[in-house]
């Protein structure tokens, strides 16, 4: 399989890129780690004429710590999120999920950015960055906004980004200290993406919990926060009941999928099932 | 009349030897027919139909031709013929390069008029489902009826009955090497490089189809990735590849896409029985009545064994394979027993719980017929039991505790694999002291290679490393059969065997009078000869070749059927854990005691083992071909939606390797055999539930347990 032909562009700058954006409008594709868009190119289920190649741009790498925050620029790659030690010492959940993601080659090429654009159902990132309550910062013709993650995802393969924008940064606020995370996935058996992937954060004060924020991805044809389950439990104690009786809404109210791998009814159970074990794990 | 001789007498049969072309493969020296390169070759593809059902009315060629560097472009179906499944190949292209290659399918244009077609099975069986061969009406092809006892006798006799309907999937081979071929010309002589089972039967076909004398053909396999049964032959496309070679006047390499791997060339077939069986209250299986069918495709599906391994004196058989719009079937791993075992393996334990009998003791009651098989598996039930922990079974199933229940369960297997006549082969010592081994087979990766150093270097005192074994190439005219129904060890060894005395009884004889003995008296090892009688008499293996001058001592052998044995019993358990809320099934461990006859290395052996256990827990937890019938088409023709186990999957197996004589037999396919139904009964075991579908994935187990809860 090899993909139709394209002209292509890397500029090394954030204009630039925009500058051509705009020139190609919908002829043209950002390309990142490429671990999403080269594959769908390969099958020819998209053959775009223009290739704007953003890895070069050095500004759109890495992470760091401005006041009480983690920016990620959204080339930042899954491994350097899994490996990164501020990462690890300030929003563990962002490490663990990046671990999950396919193998390291995967790891190693693919983006965040990329990864939240491409906006897959079955991603690891979007429960968690969901969960996280992040913000995304995209840069476009008129210049730069911010997007909250809860309205990124709109539908399968669908974001809130204009085809103009490219998204630059995403931004975290670092839990406190009575905040703890963990994203829990089961595996599809073939591919290794996530038949169902559930984020947590859990505050707690002392039994009881003070706030709890779910991301759930793999269930729906979008990631979605259950909220059901969120404001079930917000202020109760962190008893089993309490806590499995709040999981039971994880796909309250979702229009779960259906593919060769899973029905409906598996989905939304597996959602009820990882809600239950990650809140339990992060209440023991 | 050749013997192996005595177990203690061995020093080299029997022990764990790695395999001598393990370090090339691992360091990727080895080299496969996908790695072999001809000075300017091309690169071949196939244009597999992307319709279901079709009339071909037109193919048209020269668009493709007329891309820059492809070489050549054949139709592979003539206008008029119809195309009867996804994949089947309608034209071929050579090209300078792979990715021309590829822009040319896209180049290739063809009219077709579109018919109904039908993929499922059920549905390929009802009235109003179209027809796909003139001569099977309802797709069905006449049933094989057996028949043996008095059936109904038989049920009035039994004191319990279990009616049941179990089914599986169709498998695809997935072998890692694709079918490929390169093919190259020299004048009227062709040479292909082929990942073939059959080194001879490809060099065969491809004769016969140019037209051409035998020994104008050369094949060659040096290393393959894989056959399971579905490579005997050239096919469709390593006949393309010559006849694209031929066309375009240059070597050409073709290997099949992954995809088309998954469409055209072969699977297992599907299984559906629905059984009826009976027992005495005293646990003898007395009645037997089963009604199946099974799908492969276009063809095949009608052959899976039932009742399997157990002993019914009351039987009633009737098989019938359906045609539906798919690849066909071909011979794969063990056709026909793996599924037949696994719907036997299954009523075993729900009979033997309406007996309220251990399920065990059932099947030591109603064990094989033929005697010698009937011992060793008694033997196996013993030692399989003792290495899983029987006694920790769930006496009641499902009783477990807990997320995460866990159960152990049991299934068996039978396997003929004695070897047959039509090998040659040539032991060569030379005077400088090398030795060649010469034969037609080929090494699939189960290790005939080293079988074959093994087997010399023992006769001739030398080490295996010190045999330079010449496999996998027509060339020498030493024909060999293709490797299938694990017979290339029962084939192969008993004539590499007696071809080494031969040559060892000649080299005694340059050197006997010398010493002024007879050639009777003096034997080889430790690479010397010395003198029976008096052990500080030696001369060493170079010197005395040395002995030889200007001649070579070259012999053939003969088949010594005493050599070999078929007809192998093998048991298995399996212990698995169950993760009620989620339905996943993890094995957690797997015992494989297995009948081998006399095992020349153990290392491989064991590593056939392991292999169809692998094989068999895949088919037992994950694989499917799933086909959709809106579109004829196969769903999951990949990698990332058809799951085959990987390292991930894969428990602690203990393979146990029984030495029960001194004769060799062939393992490749029985150990795939008694695994999925000892996964099947091991989960029935964990949750109190039953699943009578393989693949036992996630969503039917918690189905079941569902069903089970409202119940
Ligand atoms: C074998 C394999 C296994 C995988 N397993 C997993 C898995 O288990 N879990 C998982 O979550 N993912 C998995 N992936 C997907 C992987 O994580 C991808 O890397 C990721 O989804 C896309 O990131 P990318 O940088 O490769 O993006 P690309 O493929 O380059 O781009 C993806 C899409 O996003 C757009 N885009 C990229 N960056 C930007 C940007 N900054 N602004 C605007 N648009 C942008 C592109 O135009 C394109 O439409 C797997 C991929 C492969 C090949």
């Given at each position: 399989?090899?993909p139709g ?5 890397a500029p ?6 925009l500058?051509?954006l ?5 002829d ?10 080269i ?6 289920l998209?053959e ?18 401005p ?18 030690a ?6 563990p959940?962002?490490s ?10 995967v790891?190693?090429?693919g ?16 429960a ?7 913000d ?26 204009e085809?103009e ?9 670092i839990?406190?200290?009575?905040t703890k995370?963990?994203y829990?996935?089961q ?5 290794g ?10 505050t ?13 991805n ?10 059901g389950?969120?404001?079930e439990l ?18 309250d ?10 029905s409906p ?7 009820k ?9 992060l209440?023991s | ?18 395999r001598?072309s393990?370090?090339?493969k691992?360091?990727?020296k080895a ?6 390169n ?10 597999g139909?992307p319709?279901?059902?079709a009339?071909i009315t ?6 493709a031709?007329a891309?820059?560097?492809?070489k050549?472009?054949i ?9 009867r499944y ?24 063809f009219?077709?008029e579109e018919l109904p077609?039908?993929v499922d099975v ?12 003139e ?26 009955v279990?009616e ?8 695809t ?5 694709t079918h490929?071929h ?8 062709l ?9 001879f039967?490809t060099?065969r076909?491809?004769a ?5 004398p035998?020994?104008?053909?050369r094949?060659?396999t040096?290393?393959m990735?894989?056959g399971?049964?579905s ?6 496309e ?7 070679a ?15 791997e ?18 005495t209250k005293?646990?003898?299986l ?8 099974g799908?492969?495709g276009?063809?095949g ?20 394979a ?12 063990a056709?026909g ?14 009979l033997?719980?309406?007996?309220g ?5 059932f ?10 098989r009937n011992?060793i598996?008694?033997t196996e ?7 899983i ?6 006496k009641?199933p499902?009783?477990g505790?807990?997320?995460k ?5 049991m ?5 003929g ?11 060569t010592?030379?005077?400088d002291g090398t030795?060649e081994?010469v034969?037609?087979?080929?090494d699939?990766?189960?290790g ?9 270097a023992?006769?001739l ?7 330079t ?11 060999s ?5 694990s017979?290339t ?7 590499i065997?007696?071809?080494a ?5 000649k080299?005694?004889?340059h050197i ?5 003995v ?12 010395y003198l029976a ?5 030696t001369?060493?293996?170079?010197e005395a070749t ?9 012999e053939?052998g003969y088949?010594?059927?005493e050599?070999?044995?078929g ?21 957690i461990k ?5 009948d ?9 052996t064991e590593s056939?083992?392991n ?8 088919y037992?937890?994950?694989e499917?071909?799933?086909?959709d019938?809106?579109?004829g088409?196969m ?29 060799v ?18 989960v ?17 187990v918690l189905?079941a347990?569902a069903?089970k809860g409202?119940?």
């Open positions: 399989m090899i032909s394209f002209e292509y562009f090394t700058s954030l204009n630039e890129a500058d051509l705009k020139t190609h409008g919908d043209a594709k950002v390309l990142a780690g490429g671990h999403s868009l594959p769908t190119m390969k099958l020819r998209a775009p004429a223009v290739i704007i190649d953003i890895t070069r741009i050095g500004d759109l790498r890495g992470v760091s710590e006041d009480g925050k983690l920016v990620i620029g959204a080339l930042t790659t899954h491994y350097e999120l899994e490996s990164s501020l990462v690890q010492q300030k929003v959940i962002l663990q999920t990046a671990a999950a993601i396919g193998d390291v080659q790891r190693n090429k983006t965040i950015g990329g990864s939240l654009v491409h906006a897959d159902p079955a991603a690891d990132w979007p968690t960055i969901l969960a996280l309550d992040a995304l910062k995209v840069a476009g013709p008129d210049g730069e906004r911010v997007i909250k993650a809860t309205d990124f995802f709109q539908e399968l393969y669908t974001t809130a980004l085809p924008e490219i998204l630059t940064e995403i931004h975290v606020s839990p406190a200290a009575n995370g963990v829990l996935k595996y599809q058996a073939a591919s993406f996530a038949l169902t992937g559930v984020a947590v954060l859990l707690r004060s002392g039994d009881t919990c003070q706030k709890v924020a779910v991301g759930v793999g269930v729906a044809d979008v990631a979605y926060r259950a909220t389950v969120e404001s917000a202020g109760k104690t962190l008893s089993a009941e309490n806590i499995a009786a709040a999981a039971e809404k994880a796909a109210g979702v229009d779960a999928m259906e593919d060769i791998h899973a009814a598996y989905r939304a159970n597996l959602a099932v990882y809600a239950q074990r990650a809140i339990a794990q209440a | 009349m050749a013997s192996w001789g005595e177990a203690r007498d061995s020093r080299l049969i029997g022990q764990r030897i790695p001598l393990g370090a090339d691992v360091t990727g080299k496969y027919t996908f790695d072999v001809q000075p300017g070759m091309l690169y071949g593809r196939i244009l139909s319709v279901t059902h009339e037109a193919i048209n060629l020269s668009e031709e891309l820059p560097g492809v050549a472009a139709p592979l179906i003539e206008p008029g013929k119809r195309v996804q994949g089947q190949e309608i034209a071929a292209v050579a090209a300078e390069t792979d990715d021309i290659a590829k822009d040319a399918i896209r180049l290739i244009r009219d077709y077609y039908v059920e549905e390929a069986m009802t009235e109003d489902a179209p027809q796909l061969h001569d099977r009406p309802g797709n069905q092809s006449k049933p094989g009826i057996d028949e043996r006892g008095d059936i109904e006798a038989g049920f009035a006799e039994a004191a319990k279990v049941a309907t179990y089914h599986a999937p169709v498998q081979h997935v072998s890692l090497e490929g390169v093919a190259a010309w020299d004048g009227d002589n040479t292909v490089w082929a990942s073939t089972q059959a080194v039967g060099r076909d491809l016969q189809h140019f037209n051409l035998e020994d104008k053909v094949v060659i040096e290393h990735g894989g399971f049964g490579k005997f032959g050239p096919g469709v390593g006949r393309a590849a010559a006849e694209l031929r066309k375009a006047e240059a070597p050409v390499k073709l290997m099949v896409t992954r995809k088309d998954h469409l055209v060339s072969g699977n297992r077939p599907s299984m559906t029985q629905h059984v009826r069986a009976g027992a005293d646990g003898r007395i009645a037997y009545d089963l009604r199946g069918y799908t492969g276009i063809s599906g009608a052959g899976f064994t039932g009742p399997y391994v157990y002993h019914v004196p009351n039987v009633r058989t009737e098989k019938f359906v045609s539906i719009n798919a690849g066909n079937a071909r011979a794969m791993r056709p027993h793996p599924q037949g075992a696994f719907g036997m393996d299954s009523l075993m334990d729900e033997a719980e309406q007996l009998m251990d399920a065990l003791e099947r030591r009651i109603n064990s094989d017929s033929q005697p010698r011992e598996r008694q039930y013993t030692l399989g039991a003792r290495e922990g029987w006694h920790r079974r769930n009641v499902g009783a505790r807990g997320v229940k866990r159960g152990i369960g299934g068996c297997g039978q396997w694999g004695g070897g047959g006549k039509g090998t040659q082969a040539r032991v010592i030379h005077a030795v081994a034969t037609g087979t080929q699939l990766g189960t005939i290679r080293t079988v074959i150093a093994i087997i010399v023992e006769e005192g030398l080490r295996p490393q010190d045999i074994v010449k496999i996998g190439d027509s060339a020498p005219g030493l024909a059969g293709g490797s299938g129904g017979q060890i029962g084939s192969v060894t008993p004539v065997k007696t071809a005395i031969a040559a060892k009884q080299l005694f004889e006997a009078p010398q010493w002024g007879e050639p009777e008296a003096l034997r080889a090892a430790s690479g010397k000869l009688s008096d052990r500080t008499k001369i060493s293996w170079k040395g002995h030889l001058g200007m001649e070579t001592i070259s053939g088949w010594d059927e050599l070999r044995i007809d192998v019993a093998g048991v298995q358990f399996a212990e698995v854990e169950v993760d009620t809320e989620t339905g996943v099934v993890k094995p797997i015992v494989a005691v297995q081998c006859g006399m095992v020349v290395n153990r290392l491989t056939q083992i292999g169809g256990v692998i094989m068999g827990l895949s037992a937890l994950l499917d071909r799933v086909m019938a809106q579109t088409k769903i999951n023709p990949n990698m990332s939606d058809y799951k085959v186990a990987g390292t991930m999957e894969i428990p602690e197996i203990k393979a146990i390797a029984l030495d029960t004589g001194r004769k037999t062939g393992i490749g396919e029985p150990p795939t055999i008694p695994t999925a139904g000892a996964i099947a009964n091991a029935y075991n964990a949750i109190g539930v039953r699943i009578r579908e393989l693949p036992i994935t996630p969503d039917k189905s347990l069903e409202k119940a």
